[in-house]
């Protein structure tokens, strides 16, 4: 009975042990691969210029989409068929309100890489341009924590510029100042982390900081980003205006 004990226990301690760490993988899409895309944001903020009241200020967006794969180069889609099932944009000003639907909304586009990104039907290129415009290019995020083993409780720090494509950080005006991950387990056969994001402005003349933090859902043989929930808090004080803010952004990726 005693070695049926100790033969329990040494058959155990892998699998806990195993428990506590990651590793994700780096399986790649292949053509012929479907997968739905939905993500929403919604800034809330009170914008003081100097002798002027306060003026409340609201922005949503939501946008749900379809990706069919119609072909792979070194791990990276280059060809694909998108529909925008839903892409609404709303702005709220005091008693203002402007936007709604985009044009591209229930429409399916074939994109291709390239420079310019090749859009099919071509009526409506540079929206779909605007909105895939990292079409064809790696993932910077996926790549950074592909191939990667994670401790639970552990904070990793990644590159700045490795949130970019998640983040907007391409945006010409704000850049990501810090980027961190800590891996909290496994949510079913998925990977389960704390995220934590800083932003600012770029412009020298505006103190503008995102400060965010949420979770996230990887996918552990793709190192897909699953799902992501996160809420935080936009400030600015300088000479041109004063911000105090709310952001949520939320995304998920199904099959």
Do not use: C
């Not at 409340?56 to 889609?77: F, G, H, Q």
């Not at 932003?199 to 992501?228: C, H, N, W, Y």
Request: hydrophobic share 35%; net charge positive.
């Amino acid at each position: 009975m005693r070695s049926l004990i100790l033969l329990s226990l040494v058959l155990l301690v892998p699998a806990i042990a195993a428990a506590d760490s990651v590793k994700l993988g780096t399986k790649a899409p292949t053509a012929g691969e479907t997968w739905n895309e939905e993500k929403s944001s919604n800034l809330a903020m009170n914008i003081t210029v100097k002798g002027q009241p306060p003026v409340p200020m609201v922005i949503s967006e939501t946008e749900r989409k379809k990706v069919v794969v119609l072909a792979v180069k070194d791990a990276v889609v280059t060809k694909a068929k998108i529909t925008y099932e839903k892409k609404t944009k709303v702005q709220k000003s005091g008693a203002n309100e402007k936007g709604g639907a985009s044009p591209l909304e229930g429409k399916t586009y074939t994109i291709s890489a390239g420079t310019p990104i090749g859009v099919e039907p071509a009526a409506d290129a540079e929206a779909v341009r605007k909105e895939e415009k990292r079409f064809g290019k790696p993932d910077k995020l996926r790549n950074a924590v592909a191939g990667k083993e994670y401790t639970k409780g552990k904070v990793v720090e990644l590159k700045p510029e490795d949130g970019h494509d998640v983040f907007g950080g391409d945006n010409p005006d704000f850049e990501v100042g810090k980027l961190t991950l800590e891996y909290l387990g496994m949510d079913g056969t998925n990977a389960k982390f704390a995220i934590a994001v800083q932003m600012r402005s770029k412009k020298p003349d505006q103190k503008m900081s995102m400060d965010f933090k949420g979770t996230a859902i990887v996918e552990v043989p793709t190192s897909e980003l699953l799902q992501m929930d996160l809420t935080g808090t936009v400030k600015q004080d300088d000479a041109s205006a004063k911000v105090d803010g709310t952001l949520e952004m939320k995304g998920r990726r199904w099959k």
